[in-house]
């Protein structure tokens, strides 16, 4: 299959990868012409727009920052949707709006084009080595012709509901993840103060109840202070943001989710957007003057 392949980020540039590996060919096309290029030197191929990429391709993957990147790559002036013709697709694997996907599947689709919201999992090692998972929004029978291409990325992929219920999941996992954080952090917070080390008590914990896959790949980085991300602070903020407006258009309260996004606001006010979302620790340390590490 020719898949056009747009955002080369983080973990757009790995998921490229693997799919190329599979066997297809990848076109690709990010506003960084060094990220085409590597792509290039793995045996892919380079576009110049994405309406010069869709033109050449099957299916086009779009793995963006957020809702405007997604209009932008395939509306905007020599956008995708320039390119394409009726019978192709998009698969957005991209963590945005899920009533922007909505919009998105309605414009595509006057031109005859299947869409599929397809956010993931798993941070970049796993985005290294094909193992994210993918949680889908799309009609049963566009799932079923690109569940095979999905799977070269990732080592589960599931179909949620139709267009949309894809990022409906992933708000309901990153809110889950920055909560889980916040839990895990002022819990340690409690121990250190209290003079006991939270790395006794993350050992004594963590295959109980209250251990958790975030407890597992997070404590490491909180206990050597080490908050380079992974998963940026300012990218879970606008997580947490269409959380927040997508609960509130549906008449749903989410007061812990609130307040998670409060912390984050005040890392990034205090200058630390780019740390790892595990930086919610540092917020901790802050407010009750005491470091986490030794
Ligand atoms: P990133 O910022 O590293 O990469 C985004 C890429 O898109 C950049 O290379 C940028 O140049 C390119 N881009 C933006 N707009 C473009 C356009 N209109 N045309 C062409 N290229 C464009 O982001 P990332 O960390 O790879 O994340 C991508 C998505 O995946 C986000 O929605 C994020 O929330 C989600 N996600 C990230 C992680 C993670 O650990 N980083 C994990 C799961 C999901």
Redo the contacts with the bound molecule.
């Keep these: 299959m020719n898949v056009g392949f747009?955002?080369?980020?983080?973990?757009?540039k790995p998921m490229a990868l693997n799919v190329q590996k599979a066997g297809h060919t990848v076109i690709a096309?990010?506003?960084?012409q060094d990220?085409i290029d590597e792509i290039v030197a793995a045996g892919g191929k380079g576009a110049k727009s994405?309406k010069e990429l869709a033109e050449q391709a099957d299916v086009v993957i779009t793995?963006?920052?957020?809702s405007p990147?997604v209009e932008?790559?395939l509306f905007s002036e020599n956008g995708v949707a320039e390119g394409l013709t009726a019978g192709k697709a998009v698969i957005d694997?991209?963590?945005?709006s899920p009533l922007a996907s909505r919009d998105f599947a309605a414009r595509l689709a006057k031109l005859g084009v299947d869409f599929m919201d397809a956010?993931?999992?798993?941070?970049?090692p796993k985005a290294i080595d094909g193992t994210i998972a993918v949680m889908v929004g799309a009609d049963q029978k566009v799932f079923d012709k690109y569940e095979p291409l999905l799977k070269t990325m990732a080592s589960t992929v599931t179909l949620v509901g139709g267009v949309g219920a894809g990022n409906i999941c992933k708000l309901a996992n990153q809110m889950i993840v920055a909560i889980n954080i916040a839990g895990i952090s002022e819990a340690y917070s409690l121990a250190k103060k209290a003079g006991v080390d939270p790395e006794n008590v993350y050992q004594a914990i963590r295959s109980g109840l209250a251990g958790s896959v975030v407890m597992d790949q997070k404590s490491e980085k909180i206990f050597h202070g080490d908050f380079t991300?992974?998963?940026?602070i300012e990218?879970h903020i606008?997580?947490l943001q269409n959380a927040l407006d997508t609960s509130h258009g549906v008449n749903v309260a989410a007061p812990f989710t609130s307040l998670a996004m409060e912390i984050m606001q005040s890392l990034k006010a205090h200058g630390h957007e780019k740390d790892d979302h595990s930086g919610i620790a540092e917020w901790y340390e802050m407010v009750n003057g005491q470091k986490l590490q030794d």
Excluded: C, W
């Design positions: 747009i955002g080369l980020g983080i973990m757009g096309y990010d506003h960084h990220r994405g793995m963006l920052q957020n990147n932008d790559a694997m991209s963590s945005i956010p993931v999992s798993g941070g970049e991300p992974g998963f940026r990218l606008k997580d």
